[in-house]
């Protein structure tokens, strides 16, 4: 793949643009809490990737306020709203589908900053797109955590169970 | 009664929502953006979903006589 680093960031910048307009589509439209507050949260972190983009092609240098989502602030958004919304779950087709486009997106997006980091010819862009394929890969977990409680809560919560107790 | 469907194509960001949701009257296209089969409907089918999950609200379903 040969592109040139400007394309690469217009391509970025407009693959963010994209998710964040779908996640808030979504957050508004979901019928339950869980969904609601997964793409709430995703919605936003589209939000300072593309702050982060802007920079990056001004300065060349990742933006210092933003930091790496960590795996653990991952599950706490999703547990949090589980123990808030479970017994409020309604879940509508447009939810579950939500879900599936959400994963479908987080994937396409990895995939292509992977090639991106690949083509990267120097330290700092390939850093940059590195560090974009984590978020989306921890993206992917969120949602897939959220669509397995959502579709079937009783073996979510069995799963939870078991891996408490094996530790 | 008939209906007619309207899609805002420059506002659709290709997410996909209508398609999966409603795949007997919207399919997606090479560009990466969704278009209707059809555009004149006697029912309105599954298009209200379609209208109800577009997270940009590009879709329109209109009733004609």
Redesign the interface.
Known sequence: MIMDIGKSLRMALENEQ?GM??????A??AKNEITKRTFRFLADEEVKHIDSIKEFAKTGKMKVKLRPITEVKVKTIFKTSVSHFSKKVKTG??DI??H??GM??EEKSYDLYEKMAKAAKDRKSKEFFVFLMKEESLHYDLIRNAFDFISDPESWYAGEEKRMMEG | MAFKIVHDRNAC?????CA??CSANWKMNKDGKSDPKKTSLAEIGCNQ?AV??????CIKVQKSK
């Open positions: 994209k307009k779908m996640y808030e589509g979504f508004k439209k087709t447009m589908e939500a599936k486009l479908e997106l | 960001i290709g997410c996909g929502a999966a949701i979903e109800d999950s577009c997270p940009v609200q």
